[in-house]
């Protein structure tokens, strides 16, 4: 009985086991990634200028994974959408044939879940710093898209905010122990008045309290308590301390830099006192912030941040948290690790401040290194660039979109060794700020340039970013042509597009992508201006702008850049009988690598004769 | 009554169970079962022995009524009646039946609070299960004319909250029976049935769990159960949970440009299930005596689910769901002594798609294409008893691996498994001690950082276990056995936690903090009289 008994529960295990196999195998618990043991860190870049940059806000690229699909609502553009991490990665052919070399990912942690109405897909809300978005995927998602972005030769580089976290607590300004929404004052003996409780305007003292019989001191801060939209204590600790905020309420005035650095980002995002550390001031912001977003390369690799909201941060911070970050990363063997910002202005010398390494005061710089318990001093090292705000408005907006003169890029560029950084940083990218700023058309806080503007427009706008100094920074979606306005119109899903590779927006930046690769020129050289005009509409060398790239760090090679920016008109690098003068020696041929071949011979004197180009186009000539 | 019972059992092959109230049912990802689920006995209710295969005795047929002699002379024939007499019924012979399966307990842990279930399985030690209470209402009827015996069948099934515990006044009821069946259908052997009503197989006690089959739907079935031992069942039918998957209810304007607004079943699916079940018993030994048998179970079960569409949002443009499907292959094989309710159950079980998901659950994590393809189910499993003299011994034990639709390893995704031993001394016939060991294990596929290392790198997959060890000392007024019910029984349970396991609790739960768990209960369990829930 034994043996037929076992015959039969042999046949029944093997008919179980066999339909499991042929369905989808069951194997044991385990991943892919290896969550056992620590990562080891390495250097991927070798020269950041060499990458083309794609931005991708993570919600609204690629749904992989269904089950992370929690709260989503894609009627709404303020709502969580479903993409994730799992669906980048499978999208990676994708961006590799359009030539992407570094993915910029919107942030990674846990966020506000939703406030208001509005989720926080973006990822800007922090509410723990050292967890995972679940919405996106968890720690083997993320360590699965950088690994297989590594295999491709990719970098990664994530999103944070140190600014501030989101909208976790509110003032209690009438003691009541609710978040009030209400109006104040009668209109003739006080101003009327709006006041919510989660978003008060700024006042310099820090929020009062108030009662019927006037101010009462401090209004207490009150951490409110809902897990289900994970309104819920932040983490690490110290930013549970209300002492870790400066407390002042929302900015309204941006040019007031009492309000800029120590308000609150408008919309009840709690502005973080960076200043505070543990060793001077008992309250360790500066090391949280350093831990928490230095463990996350250390867990996954990561090869750099861009950091929002750098205008809206105490100085002194930068110094602190991007020397600390790159002595961290450097002792574990993590070199190039960039650190590039956001400052939200026009303003060149505003936002090159951010990559200056000036020293302040001595008096000041020792008070910053009473902070410092590692035995490295502070020295006046911060970001390794940021986002080119002003040549987005300058260039952009004003030439680009709007048809104005061209020579208003020559004169902001020329400011460019002035107001930003000229050293690299120690331990940093090894180039100076000034040498590589991040270029972009648009992003996911302005209006797409299709939103307004022309396709003609937009590639040549695309050609500027590709063939000028610094990297290029292109916005998901640009390559099919998504065209939505303000946020969150300009925060389109990706997928119903069924990522084509043959649209002619997609083709050109593969092309320029290409170009860019195979020009060292393009990618390492200095620029000089040699053709820009102050006129504008139909005068004769309206729109046209031009460039060489050569020397600095490109060899030999070469590259000259010619624009026709104005969006009705032909135009040529002539005016007045004189045309375009390139440092090349005569009889030099170029050709056009970005157009059909044509080929141009650089004639007396570097002189250069060339056709008009028609309206919103442009050359890239190299030696033929 | 106990007669009553055996010929039920007899008739209704297949051991007995009573389903979990759907507001009970686990979540996706824990099965499809009936974790805290309701009772049954090795294989039957109503003290009957355990099934064990074995050919079922044949039900006692009723002997025709013998008209009785005249005692009167006959009287003058009267007019006719005005109003005509109602046509007389059939001759036969019924009956009505009561018949539950109850447990009620009161229960205390260390710190005196309410007694909680302390499992971090699915299908756990039921040492700690909370109240449940079936009543079944039967009708029996044997009918003379075709020779059909039939059975209306009513189950109301009641759950916690009981009202001398929280003071509410009301009712968590169910109705798990409601069908008619009717046996010897023109060949002996031959059964239908037709209505609501829980089909199931063997079940492990000790688990409170049916591993191989366990349908609770609307529908019909048929079977035959050859006299060699053979039989085969096949059953149809359909169930719709009341969630978002299967049906979705909306506003739209009244029609004919009426005021107002219409709810209409914009997504209206129901799961189509169909399952057969082969079964042969074979003996080792005289059929009209308990001798030692063999029974082996080759099981299936196919599900269809129609497309349909529903509203994201309110007013949100339509989104599909598409048509979807599963299937489930398994089998059993049982041997057993024939004495004593002696046993042993072996199990395994695949489940493909839409039937890897609990029957009642929402499934959960759905692939990119919102179906079920790609989840499955293995579950693997065993249960026995044994009885010598005074002592006893129950066991179950199981493996089971769920993955949802979702190709990443997500907190849906589970590696579970529990062995519980149970031994048992009686004292004389009327009481005795049960003895429990048991240890449950569970991993899900979740990437966490542990509160405890906040430094360290978060792990996974998060993985916990629990030792279990009881001891339940009953009165047992029906006699000795594993198997034998009623019991008026005092219950201690120890649950010792390690750090994974308290880490599946929220913060703040009692059990995430505690790493010794008790449990002391005073209650009692019964089950007579019930039918067999496979057929």
Known sequence: MKKRLGSRSLALTALVVATAALHNGSGCMSYDEGLEGEITLQTHVEDWRDEVIYQVLVDRFADGDEGNNYRVDRSAMGKYHGGDWKGLEGQLDYLQELGVTTLWISPIIKNVDTDAGFDGYHGYWAQDLTALNPHFGDLAALRSLVNACHERGMKVIVDIVTNHLGQLFYYDINMNGEPDDRVAGDGVSSTVTHINEYDPDFDPRGIQSRTSLGEAGPAPVIFTYDPATNHVPPQPEVFQNPLAYNRKGRTYNFEDPDQLVHGDFPGGLKDVNTVLCEARDGVGVKEAMVDSFARWVELTDIDGFRIDTVKHVEREFWRYFTQKLRQRLADKGKANFIMFGEAFDGRDNLIGAFTKNDLPSEDQLAWENECVTDGRPLTGDQLDSVFYFSQYFTAIRDVFQLGQSTKRIEDLWALRPVNWGTEAMELGTGVAPSDMPINFIDNHDVPRFLFTGSREGLHNALTFVFTVQGVPCIYYGTEQELAGGNDPSNREDLWPTGFPTDGPTFDVIRRLSAIRRDSAALRRGAISVVWSSDRSGDEEDAGVFAFERAGGDAGDDYALVVFNANPSKDSAPSFNGANLTTSLPQGTELVDVLGDGQTFTVGAGGELALDPLAPQSALILVPN | ?535
């Not at chain 2, 297949?14 to 686990?26: G, K, M, T, V």
């Not at chain 2, 025709?64 to 005249?70: A, D, G, I, R, S």
């Not at chain 2, 509160?451 to 009953?474: F, H, K, N, Q, T």
């Open chain 2, 1 to 535: 009554m106990r007669e009553l019972s055996i010929v039920a059992l007899s008739l209704l092959p297949l051991s007995s169970a009573l389903a979990q109230p759907a507001a009970e049912q686990p979540p996706a990802g824990q099965g499809g079962g009936d974790a805290g689920a309701p009772p049954s006995g090795g294989g039957g209710e109503g003290g009957a022995p355990p099934e064990q295969g074995g050919a079922p005795p044949e039900p006692a047929k009723p002997e025709p009524t013998k008209p009785e002699p005249p005692k009167e002379e006959p009287k003058k024939p009267e007019p006719p009646p005005a109003v005509p007499e109602p046509p007389k019924e059939t001759p036969h012979k019924g009956s009505f039946e009561f018949g539950s399966y109850g447990r009620v307990i009161a229960a205390v842990n260390g710190e005196g609070g309410p007694g909680r279930d302390a499992d971090i399985v699915a299908h756990g030690s039921r040492m700690d299960e909370d109240n449940y209470m079936e009543a079944e209402l039967r009708r029996e009827d044997d009918w003379d004319k075709t020779g059909i015996h039939t059975n209306v069948v009513l189950t109301l099934a009641l759950a916690s909250p009981v009202f001398h515990w929280s003071g509410e006044f009301e009712l968590n009821a169910a109705i798990r029976n409601m069908y008619l069946e009717a046996r010897d259908i023109g060949v002996k052997g031959l059964t239908a049935w037709a209505g609501s009503r829980m089909v199931r197989g063997d079940d492990i006690y000790v688990l409170d769990w049916w591993p191989l089959d366990n349908l609770n739907l609307l529908g019909a079935g048929v079977s035959y159960a050859h006299e060699v031992g053979t039989s085969g069942q096949l059953v149809v039918g359909a169930t719709q949970p009341n969630v978002p998957f299967f049906k979705q209810t909306v506003e739209r304007p009244a029609p004919l440009d009426q005021y107002g607004s219409v709810a209409i079943p914009l997504l209206d699916r129901q799961k189509l299930i169909g399952a057969l079940r082969l079964q042969h018993h074979q003996k080792f030994g005289p059929k009209d005596k308990p001798s030692p048998g063999l029974k082996a179970v080759l099981y299936g079960e196919g599900y269809a689910l129609p497309e349909g569409q529903y509203e994201p949002e309110p007013g949100a443009e339509l989104e599909q769901l598409p048509s979807d499907g599963g299937f489930t292959v398994g089998g059993q094989v049982t041997l057993y002594s024939g004495k004593r309710d002696t046993f042993v159950h072996l199990f395994a079980r695949y489940s493909g798609n839409l039937a890897a998901y609990g029957q009642f659950a929402r499934p959960g994590h759905l692939n990119l294409e919102k179906t079920t393809e790609g989840a499955r189910e293995v579950v693997v499993a065993a249960a026995g008893n044994a009885e010598i003299e005074f002592f006893g011994v129950m066991m179950g034990a199981y493996f089971r691996s769920f993955r949802d639709a979702s190709e990443p390893l997500d907190f849906e995704d589970v590696d579970e498994g529990a062995v519980v031993l149970r031994p048992t001394f009686s004292f004389g016939e009327i009481a005795g001690v049960a003895l429990e060991g048991a240890f449950e294990m569970a991993q899900r596929g979740v990437v966490y950082q542990n509160p405890l290392e906040p430094d360290a790198a978060p792990e996974g997959p998060a993985i916990g276990s629990v030792w279990r060890l009881g001891i339940a000392p009953y009165i047992s007024p029906a006699g000795r056995g594993n198997y034998v019910r009623p019991h008026i029984r005092a219950i201690y349970n120890l649950a010792i936690r390690d750090e994974g396991s308290r880490q599946f609790y929220p913060e703040d739960h009692p059990f995430r903090a505690r790493e010794l768990e008790h449990y002391f209960g005073l209650g009692a369990e019964w089950w007579f009289n019930s039918s067999s829930y496979g057929f």
